[in-house]
């Protein structure tokens, strides 16, 4: 199938096949037409196979078989929410890539930069919104965004949304939007919660599940290192000078963690950047750039990023530190072998993280394999008295929404005392 017997007017299909895309993936076969024909959609598919485009392309389609009259200034039609500002900014581009040839203006909204030229943008007029939950209800509490004409509602993402602990903001944008809408809502993984969270905003929904809930790319080759904490910094240099690795993302699990292993890494002659919460709206863009461009080999992460990067041909993903939720593995390693391309993800697994191994494993319903690396990595873990049960782990989780509400709350004040 090509995306021309997809139902896309010749202007999309023109700014697609610039691209270089000829056939639509799994996700984006299943949605476009059911999202074409008015229906709510409940969607669900591996990370990396294209679900940004399986929502854009149709609406765009929707949109553009109703432009505004003559004269008549844009208002917003599309209202998308997405969880970090990495993941706005990386849907706003494809929009814009895929809009080329239509007469729809854009706008992304988040925090951590001036709200001044964000309102400047709403008061010319868009047709499409792209935002963060803080910093839209930042602009609905000011009377700067107008949503009352709302037709189209994406939550992309969904289930980080929920892990950052957004659901009471979520509730707060619905209502203020038209009741009568066409919502779409998807995510990497599917959870109760958000099936839960379907029945409340969607209407009759057409379920779309191109792979197994939490499954893992085929394409992407994963192995688990064995190794002290203390050695980890070392095994990573070694791995990156022997292997001549050009392009690595490092996951760590805190901000600090982040900045301490980046000045490593340069300490060590590998060009090295981090990013995460702390880093300033304009220092997180410069690092991601750097990355792309290949002006630094390494960028250290924490899991703000694990959802706001899309390299295509990006070879490697490192796993530092594991994640203490494994529903976020899943995203950190969707960061490789993307669009059909292959990848090597690599997880330096110390003896306070064996309980999170078996946790990821769990999940995903398969056994990573261990390799040794003589000289740094040991053949066992020993045995860390942590408990396995479910509740544990929904404590872990329930923590990590705490805290990141608690500084998503913090920061969001910083910004309106500006």
């Known amino acids: 199938m090509s995306f021309s017997q997809l139902g896309l007017n010749p202007n999309i299909l023109k700014a697609v096949k610039e691209q270089g895309y000829t056939s639509p993936t799994p996700i984006q076969k299943e949605s476009i037409p059911v999202i074409l024909n008015h229906k709510d ?56 890539t895929y809009s080329k040839y239509l007469s729809l203006k854009t706008a992304v909204i988040f925090g951590g930069v001036g709200i001044s030229p964000q309102k400047a943008s709403l008061r010319k007029g868009v047709d499409i919104v792209i935002a963060t939950p803080g910093r839209l209800l930042d602009h609905m509490s000011q009377k700067t965004i ?3 004409r709302v037709e189209f509602l994406v939550l992309d993402e969904a289930d980080r949304m929920l892990d950052m602990g957004f659901i009471h903001d979520i509730k707060k944008v619905v209502a203020s939007i038209p009741n009568k809408r066409q919502t779409l809502l998807f995510s990497a993984t599917f959870s ?7 029945n409340s905003f969607l209407d009759n929904p057409k379920l779309i599940e191109v792979a197994r809930s939490n499954a893992l790319s085929e394409q992407v080759s994963q ?60 220092a997180r863009t410069s690092a991601l750039s750097n990355f792309k461009s290949k002006k630094i080999r390494v960028l250290v992460a924490t899991d703000i990023a ?6 295509e041909l990006l070879p490697h993903v490192v796993n530092f530190e594991l994640p203490n939720v494994p529903e976020d593995y899943v ?31 769990r999940l995903t319903k398969i056994s990573i394999p261990v390799k040794d690396i003589e000289g740094f990595t040991v053949p066992l873990l020993k045995k860390v008295n942590k408990k396995s049960d479910s509740k544990n782990r929904t404590n872990r989780r329930d923590s990590n929404k705490k805290t990141t509400t608690n500084h998503r709350r913090s920061t969001r004040s910083r910004n309106n005392s500006r």
Not at 72 to 95: G, M
Not at 192 to 198: R, T
Not at 257 to 270: Q, T
Not at 335 to 356: F, K, P, W
């Open 41 to 96: 959609v409940l969607a669900a598919a591996q990370t990396g196979t294209g679900k940004t485009a399986a929502f854009t392309l149709p609406l765009l389609e929707k949109m553009s078989q109703k432009p505004n009259k003559k004269g008549q200034k844009s208002y917003i039609k599309a209202l998308i929410l997405a969880p970090t500002r990495e993941l706005a900014l990386q849907v706003s581009e494809n929009i814009q």
């Open 146 to 148: 107008d949503l009352s």
């Open 192 to 198: 109760p919660e958000i099936k839960k969270l379907s």
């Open 223 to 282: 192995v688990v290192h064995y190794v002290q904490k203390d050695k980890k910094k070392n095994l990573l240099a070694f791995l990156i000078h022997t292997q001549k690795w050009n392009q690595v993302l490092v996951f760590t699990r805190t901000k600090h963690g982040a900045n301490k292993l980046s000045e490593f890494l340069n300490k060590s002659n590998i060009p090295s950047l981090a990013i995460h919460g702390n880093k300033s709206q304009g």
């Open 306 to 311: 694990a959802r706001g990067i899309d390299i």
């Open 331 to 361: 995203h950190r390693i969707g960061r490789t072998g993307r669009a059909g391309n292959n990848g090597i993800a690599l997880s330096l697994v110390c003896d306070e993280e064996s309980q999170y191994l078996k946790d990821i494993e």
